[in-house]
């Protein structure tokens, strides 16, 4: 017997004991959508805590968590064996179940099933007073009254509804939402950000974050992003403004992340590619650079009258600089923060290398210190490049797209062939050998050794005595 069935079995010994228990909201929703049910969302007439302690005792174990005793909002947790039980009371002072599940945030949530009904497999006729079951079958997210303006993180919710399950939100909700947005500001922002991570993680996070803009709330979660609205770009390149431009580089991240053999057809590539879109996280982290990765150009742009075009100098750093602003207000974690960091920071150093070498002027050196750089991104930084490539002027894609797949095969083939042997193998020389040739330990050895490995590569070291000769040159 599997945890969970040991766990529905426990529930209904409960349930037979202690009087009435119902499977609501999310349970009861997959439940009728037949996908598998992540957290049991149960609710009780009183005493949740009671509940959850009664279960605990029939399991013999698992972690009983008090979620809330305020009056109205009473709720309590057991965590066992990785499975996740929440009982909740009926809230503020509902005299019924039908009343408790008005009070809810949406009608595809407001639904209910005797947690033994549930437990058998009988839910195809779950208490259903708000129409949620009809909504359900005409995918259909529709707020209910007040729900909104209760608690506004509801508004980011209705749209991770959409990108979860491809539903429509209904124009009612839609219309609160443009009404309400700005009232998002209430909202702590770790509750925000969590919404936001799981429409980043579905596979419809571009046409959700365009419907939000619709909406008028995605300005009020990322008003660095709408510094870039009307901001004009040369047509030579570009056929959008910078924030059209942004929302296409995460369209087409999204596409590349979902099919990326149709962009990188060489084997060895598209086996390094998907391994990096295998990590937890990476597929997230990529489509918020993308968004997010020119943020930065309306601070710096510049009419060069003499020169007669426009400038940017400068924009990926100051991207990055107002991303890391964005992400600490929103409570990111300091890993997320950085590997966004370093996609948006460098994420023009691939067209960089691109014309080095079309003039034959990518050295190994120049390779190795891209890669360093980079460190586990690199790949990250090509999908960012391309997806920008892809978001600009159509004339230039399938050129820009041809020579990043050869500076990436060149790259990826330098790294592999002549770079790791040296990086990963036995080092010439280490700190012992600098501090016996007379050098004090300090910022100077890493300059020498980072300065040997560059020498090693382009074939300038191949001994010993030839690094030792090398590191003499750095004596004073």
Known sequence: MTNREILINALCAVAEERGQLYAVGGLVRDALLNHPAADFDLVVRTEPLAWAGALAARLDGGALVPLSDTPGEEAARLVWRGEQVDFAAWRNGAQSLEEDLCLRDFTINALALPFADFAAGHCDSPIDPTGGAQDLRNRIIRSLPGTLADDPLRMVRAYRFHARLGFSLDAGTRTEVKKLAPTIGRVAPERISSELCRIFDSPRTSETIKLMADDNLLRYLLPELYLAEGVSQP?????????????LALEMAEKIIACPETYFPVPEILAQVNGYLAEEGSSRRLKWAALLHDIGKPGTKNEDEEKGHTTYYGHDQLSRKLFEQFARRSRWSAADRRQVGVLIGMHMQPFHLVGARRKEML????????????????FGLFLVALSDTLAGNPKHHDFMRGELVKLFVLVEETWRNDILPITTGVPLLNGQDLIDMGFVPGPLFREILTALDEARVEGEVNDRSQALQFARGFLP
């Open 235 to 247: 047509q030579e390149f570009h056929h959008l403004d910078v924030l059209g431009h942004s929302f």
């Open 363 to 378: 050295s190994k050196k120049g390779v190795l210190r891209f890669c360093r750089r980079a460190g586990d991104d690199l």
